[in-house]
């Protein structure tokens, strides 16, 4: 056999051989790609080893070794609850909180509470805060006072899950079902309000415009005063004009067959 086949097939034998060796390699190798927003856990024989991976691709050893992401995004839980206010009116809470853990303490919350912590921890501070905070107040006061009792059962969570390496960004509550019978209750009491307000508007027009004219008959009657005393003053001016221009004799005028004089000196003294 020629020296240049031997040689050739010598090559390809070794070939597969290192095919067959990286293969064997590939086959007892495991790789994980950790992407954006996540951290790797490593564990190897089910322990934490090392602090979290940052996200890009890592070979391990899958017989030994397990790489496990874990979000570390803001993410948004939605769920409702049934509370009790302050005056044991029922209500269906709703409401939305945003949350995310923090990047460099993710190892933490995993040995802590492992794989689905957000049940674990998160959801019970969020109802247990929610329903201790409606428990607060009074019914008729709850609608009112959404805003305080909102930032206020976010303040107690943040406080409470911050110990716990996860912050709280935003807590709502999106909507307060109250118990059928007291929401028609407060309807009709809304309707009485209104019909009342609507009644006292009516009785204040009524005084005012009676106001009005008992205003306007002082007026009148004022004026009619004045000229009631402009009169007698013009009537006595008419006299004292007439005694300043009199010449000594007195004319008379006949009245009922009688000559009386034609100024009442009587009144004039007056």
Known sequence: MPESQVNHGSFCMKRIIIMAMGLMLLSS????????????????????EGEPLLPGLYFYNPI?????????????????TSCYTKDTQSVIVSFAVTYFPEPLSIGKVYTQFGIGWEAKILSPAVVGTIKDAIGGYIADDLVSKREVVTKY????????????????TRLDITNL??????????EQKVVAIQEAQEAKNRTIKIQEEAKQVVEQARAEAEAMKIKTQAISANNNLVSYEAVQKWNGSLPQIIMGGQSIPFINFDKLMK
Do not use: H
């Open 64 to 80: 030994s070794t397990t790489i496990y992401p874990m979000e570390i995004f803001e993410q948004k839980m939605e769920g409702q």
């Open 177 to 186: 079902d109250f118990d059928d019978t007291y929401e028609k209750a407060v």
């Open 29 to 48: 190798c495991g790789f994980r790609q950790v992407n954006e927003g996540y951290r790797g856990i490593k564990l190897v024989w089910g322990k934490m």
């Open 153 to 168: 059962a976010q303040d107690e969570i943040m406080k409470a899950l911050s110990a716990r390496n996860v912050s709280i």
